[in-house]
C-alpha cells in the first residue's frame, strides 16, 4: 500500500530534500509550498523519477487555505497519514528593534501553521489508525541572538511536538521533531545577508564550531525525518533528535 505524505514548505531546501527523499522510500508526496509553481519544480522532479508527487500552493497560517489544501491532497493523491511541517521564514532582529509584523509573521508560519496543518491531516491518521508527524525544530530553540522570534517558534515546536505524542499514541499517530544545526540553504544565506557577510565565508566560521568539522546539507535533515515516517519507527514518538554534527541539548 503506498502512503501519502505531505511536507510544507517543499520547494526548496531541507523541504525539498525531504520530498524527493521520501518519495524514494515510496510514498506519493504532496509538495506544499506558499508558491504552487515553486513547488511544482519539486515535484516534477519526483515524477521524472518516477514517483507520485503532487504541487500544492498553501498559506499553512490560514485555516482556510490550509482546508482546501489537504482535501485537494486527500482527493487527488491519497488519504494522507503522513505530515511533515516544515515551513518556515525568517524575520530576524535583536528584541529592541523587532517589530510586531516580524513576531507574528514567524509565529503564525512555525506555530500557527503546524498547528493547523496537523489539525487537518490527523483526521485522516486516525481514521486508518496510523500517523507520523515530523515537525522541524532548530538548534536555534536553545537560543540564538537576533532570532528571538525563531528561536521562540522553534522551541514551541518541541512542546507542540511532545503532546501530540501524548495525544494522538493511542490511535497509532507518532510524533517527532528534528531540530537541525546549520544547514547549508537559501535560510542561512539570508542569516549571512542579515550579518553581513559573505555565504562562504558564513559557512567556513560556522563549521569551525561543529564537531563534524562540516556545516549540513538538506539531505542530512532528510534521512533523519525519513526514519521518522518509516514503519519501523513506531515506538518512537515524542523525541527531539538535534541533528547538528555534535551534541546539542
Not at 19 to 37: I, S
Not at 77 to 84: H, K, M, R, S
Not at 100 to 109: M, P, R, S, T
Not at 197 to 206: G, K, M, Q
Request: one cysteine or more; charged letters at 20%; hydrophobic letters at 45%.
Amino acid at each position: 500500500m503506498t502512503r501519502t505524505a505531505i511536507v510544507t514548505g517543499g520547494a526548496r531546501g531541507i523541504g525539498a530534500a525531504t520530498a524527493r527523499r521520501l518519495a524514494q522510500d515510496g510514498f506519493a508526496v504532496a509538495v506544499l509550498d506558499l508558491q504552487e509553481d515553486h513547488a511544482a519544480r519539486t515535484a516534477q522532479a519526483i515524477v521524472a523519477d518516477g514517483g507520485r508527487a503532487l504541487a500544492v500552493g498553501v498559506d499553512v497560517a490560514s485555516e482556510e487555505s490550509v482546508a482546501a489544501a489537504v482535501a485537494r491532497v486527500a482527493e487527488e493523491l491519497g488519504a494522507p497519514t503522513v505530515l511533515v511541517n516544515n515551513a518556515g521564514i525568517l524575520r530576524d532582529n535583536l528584541l529592541f528593534r523587532m517589530s510586531v509584523d516580524e513576531w507574528d509573521a514567524v509565529l503564525g508560519v512555525h506555530l500557527r501553521g503546524a498547528f493547523l496543518m496537523t489539525r487537518a491531516v490527523q483526521a485522516h491518521m486516525v481514521e486508518a489508525g496510523y500517523g507520523r508527524i515530523v515537525n522541524l525544530s532548530s538548534t536555534s530553540a536553545l537560543g540564538n541572538r537576533g532570532q528571538v522570534n525563531y528561536s521562540a517558534a522553534k522551541a514551541g515546536m518541541q512542546g507542540f511536538t511532545k503532546t501530540l505524542a501524548i495525544e494522538l499514541g493511542k490511535f497509532g499517530v507518532t510524533a517527532n521533531a528534528v531540530a537541525p544545526g546549520v544547514i547549508e540553504t537559501d535560510m542561512i544565506r539570508e542569516t549571512a545577508e542579515r550579518i553581513g557577510v559573505s555565504l562562504s565565508d558564513y559557512l567556513s566560521v560556522a563549521a569551525k564550531d561543529v564537531p563534524a568539522g562540516r556545516v549540513g546539507q538538506p539531505e542530512d535533515i532528510a534521512n533523519a525525518v525519513s526514519f521518522f515516517c518509516s514503519e519501523q519507527s513506531g515506538y518512537v514518538s515524542g523525541q527531539v533528535l538535534y541533528v547538528a554534527g555534535g551534541p546539542k541539548a
